[in-house]
T-cell receptor, first 114, second 112 residues
Framework: EPEVTQTPSHQVTQMGQEVILRCVPISNHLYFYWYRQILGQKVEFLVS????????KSEIFDDQFSVERPDGSNFTLKIRSTKLEDSAMYFCASSEGQGAGGYTFGSGTRLTVV | DQQVKQNSPSLSVQEGRISILNCDYT??????FLWYKKYPAEGPTFLIS?????DKNEDGRFTVFLNKSAKHLSLHIVPSQPGDSAVYFC???????????FGTGTRLKVLA
């Protein structure tokens, strides 16, 4: 079964450092997403990406965040200057369409900011 | 943001019986709904979806019911199996947006 692949599975970084989280979505999917889950809290939407541009973003997704699809297969989330409160599980997801069909999520990257 | 609520943090059910997981929402603009299952250290796994033009959708042991007037949906698992033990999330979105709003999850434990 096709999978969304995320690397690394766990990243530890110093506060203030830049991190890049990487994702390989399912190859025929056109819509890409990042969500995050802070420990003990809900899964929260960060951003959606379609046709090489951001289609929607949440209030969490401020100027320190950016996304990119640098080639035909990878989809990255960059956090420019990490804060302690950025520590969370970050999930990448992809979907064929925008509608009622579910996303396929990756298994997540656990980001720990120290 | 309490637009999607799962009021039961946990549920225990005997193997073979029915599991019923509930979800309430407040935003009447929501018209697509999903259920996900999540195991520890894994990403959410899509289970089943429903759009607001339907009131029921069935896939094998999983059935989702939508009551639009009550702004309530439920997931029925029949029969429940020990492998179903996981955290179940409902999620909802409005048409024209890309963003799903997730509930806080219900931890289901199926006892052998």
């Amino acid at each position: 079964e096709p999978e969304v692949t995320q690397t690394p599975s766990h990243q530890v970084t110093q506060m203030g450092q830049e991190v890049i989280l990487r994702c390989v979505p399912i190859s025929n999917h056109l819509y890409f997403y990042w969500y995050r889950q802070i420990l003990g809290q809900k899964v929260e939407f960060l951003v959606s990406f379609y046709n090489n541009e951001i289609s929607e973003k949440s209030e969490i997704f401020d100027d320190q965040f950016s996304v990119e699809r640098p080639d035909g297969s990878n989809f990255t989330l960059k956090i420019r200057s990490t804060k302690l409160e950025d520590s969370a599980m970050y999930f990448c997801a992809s979907s064929e369409g925008q509608g009622a069909g579910g996303y396929t999520f990756g298994s997540g990257t656990r980001l720990t900011v120290v | 943001d309490q637009q999607v609520k799962q009021n039961s943090p946990s549920l225990s059910v005997q193997e073979g019986r029915i599991s019923i997981l509930n979800c309430d929402y407040t935003n009447s603009m929501f018209d697509y709904f999903l259920w996900y299952k999540k195991y520890p250290a894994e990403g959410p796994t899509f289970l089943i979806s429903i759009s607001s033009i339907k009131d029921k959708n069935e896939d094998g042991r999983f059935t989702v019911f939508l009551n639009k007037s009550a702004k309530h949906l439920s997931l029925h698992i029949v029969p429940s199996q020990p492998g179903d033990s996981a955290v179940y999330f409902c999620a909802a979105k409005a048409s024209g947006t890309y963003k799903y709003i997730f509930g806080t999850g219900t931890r289901l434990k199926v006892l052998a």
